[in-house]
């Protein structure tokens, strides 16, 4: 058996969390014996990849509950009179091209739902988990609120379903898109040369990590930066050398996982309290009108 049967048999055994966890697990002995040698890590790189694994253990624990939601979800957009392409259309294509086409739809969906989450002040608080990490490394591919893989998947549900995609050729090489995504959080300044618009390096994916205002909202694909230069999205100046976060959002495990609930209240109030303000200034006019 060649050496890429055995990783294609691998990847094919092992699913997403198994990855995360088994990642997750060598990272945090390797930081944990270079935490006690205080050679190369900081307190806050240590802190940060404890609240990605715990994290992704949470997120984990309570797969089997998003699993039941995303069905249910499913099934009630299967009835929808929702029209779709006939999947013999795909029927003859090279399993490549599938291949590639599979690919850039999901990059697709994914920019598009990046971008909501990032421009739309309800969903920003679910994102802003993966952007708190004031240190960056590959278990930040796992720092996720529970709620954003019910979103990426509710994307999916409506932006990709009506192609009728063979989604399953993709196969064994399903787990590099989760490899490639560990790959672009590594503290790494590489850029790919002439392939930087083609496939996301860690220096892209850095910059979109970065608490600088010109950065915000920027590099929002996950696989294809050209998404980012078709839709003027794109910012790669340079080495990223700016500071990583995202202001005023928690770091701690237990904090990020209530953090969107604080925020939808926080916004709730303000809504209602502008509603009261202007219903206050309406009938004061009013009273004034009719003296
Ligand atoms: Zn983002
Ligand atoms: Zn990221």
């Known amino acids: 058996m060649s050496a890429l049967n055995v990783i294609t048999h691998w990847l094919q055994k092992i699913d997403g969390t198994s990855l995360m966890l088994l990642a997750s697990a060598v ?15 900081s307190d806050l790189a240590f802190e940060s990849c404890f609240a990605n694994l715990l994290m992704i253990l949470m997120n984990g624990a309570l797969a089997p509950l998003f699993a039941i939601l995303v069905g249910c979800a499913e099934a009630f957009y299967g009835r929808l009179p929702i029209p779709h392409l006939d999947p013999a259309i795909w029927q003859g294509f090279p399993v490549w091209i599938l291949m590639g086409l599979v690919l850039l739809a999901i990059d697709f969906s994914d920019y598009w739902n990046h971008r909501l989450m990032h421009y739309s002040r309800w969903l920003w608080p ?6 708190s990490d004031p240190h960056p490394t590959v278990l930040t591919t796992g720092r996720v609120h529970l709620l954003e893989p019910f979103v990426m998947q509710m994307s999916y549900l409506i932006l990709l379903t009506w192609l009728s995609l063979p989604f399953e050729v993709l196969g064994g090489i399903a ?10 959080h590594m503290d790494l300044d ?3 040369g002439p392939l930087r618009y083609l496939i996301a390096s860690p220096r892209f994916h850095r910059w979109h990590h970065a608490d600088e205002p010109a950065a915000y909202g920027k590099n929002l694909a996950n696989i294809f930066p050209f998404l980012d230069v078709i839709f003027g999205t794109y910012y790669v100046p340079g080495t990223c ?21 604080l925020e ?25 009108s009719t003296v």
């Open 264 to 288: 939808w209240n926080r916004l709730i109030k303000r809504r209602l309290h502008k509603r009261k303000q202007s219903n206050n200034t309406q009938a004061m006019a009013t009273n004034t």
């Open 175 to 184: 787990g590099l898109r989760i490899l490639h995504n560990m790959y672009t």
């Open 190 to 192: 590489w850029d790919h």
């Open 126 to 131: 679910i994102h802003a988990i993966h952007h």
């Open 241 to 261: 050398r700016a500071e990583m976060g995202a202001r005023r959002v928690p770091t701690r495990a237990m904090d990020m996982v209530a953090w969107p609930i």
């Open 27 to 41: 990272v945090l002995a390797v930081t944990w014996i270079a935490h006690r040698c205080r050679r190369f890590w």
